[in-house]
């Protein structure tokens, strides 16, 4: 029915492009529900709202984008992706960023929930972190970019992080102490914002992990 949806909706010039309303599939995959908190907090404007939007060049880095189940006109993607230039040599640690950010200068970004897929994570704490891993890889990439949402936050991040490994060779017993405590930091970060009992229990038991993960990747994407 998504396709039969799209097809009613394509000859509007502002209902060129769609990308379509995610569930994730996550009643027995903590894995899975944990990026599904990541977003929530990520797209706050899209999860508290009405999930039917629209939006341009204007609200673009308030809403969720991506290419795992994405509708446009095949000539404009294949010219803003010829056109997109990522800073890595091997394409597949690329960002879809990249040429989303041109496309919508060209077409207004549809979301329904009419047009939507059920998203399956990975299911294994190794799948996950290798999948974090990848994914702040490609943040760099998408993000590390004067004008994007969290330039500032990835300026700040790259010499913060710096100081905390070098104090920690300084202060071991001081870093061991700490990441004793990251489970139960994380967990207070759940409840303060006000997530469910499972929430928290999966951000206690995650959270450390996919940081330390996601960190590295950050690190290996500067390197790149």
């Not at 977003?39 to 709202?49: N, P, Q, R, V």
């Not at 640690?93 to 998203?119: M, S, T």
């Not at 790259?158 to 905390?164: I, K, N």
């Not at 997530?195 to 500067?222: E, I, Y």
Request: hydrophobic fraction near 45%; include cysteine; aromatic fraction near 14%.
């Amino acid at each position: 029915s998504s396709l039969a949806f799209i097809a009613e909706q394509i000859d509007d010039p502002n209902r060129q492009v769609w990308n379509a309303h995610v569930t994730i599939d996550d009643a027995k995959n903590p894995y899975a529900r944990f990026w599904q908190i990541v977003a929530e907090l990520a797209w706050k404007d899209f999860f508290s709202g009405d999930e039917r939007v629209q939006y341009g060049p204007e609200a673009y880095d308030r809403y969720p984008k991506g290419t795992t189940c994405f509708f446009a006109p095949r000539a404009d993607l294949v010219e803003v992706m010829g056109a997109s230039r990522s800073n890595y040599a091997d394409s597949r640690k690329g960002n879809d960023e990249l040429f989303l950010r041109d496309l919508v200068w060209r077409h207004r970004f549809n979301i329904d929930p009419v047009f939507a897929c059920i998203y399956r994570a990975r299911g294994s704490f190794r799948g996950f972190v290798r999948h974090t891993h990848h994914r702040g890889q490609v943040f760099v990439d998408g993000f590390f970019r004067p004008g994007t949402r969290f330039f500032g936050t990835l300026l700040a991040f790259f010499p913060l992080s710096a100081a905390v490994v070098v104090g920690a060779f300084r202060r071991p017993g001081l870093a061991a102490r700490a990441l004793l405590g990251a489970p139960l930091l994380a967990a207070i970060g759940g409840i303060v914002t006000k997530r469910s009992k499972r929430d928290v229990k999966v951000l206690a038991s995650l959270g450390p992990s996919w940081l330390l993960a996601f960190a590295t990747g950050l690190w290996r994407g500067v390197v790149l």
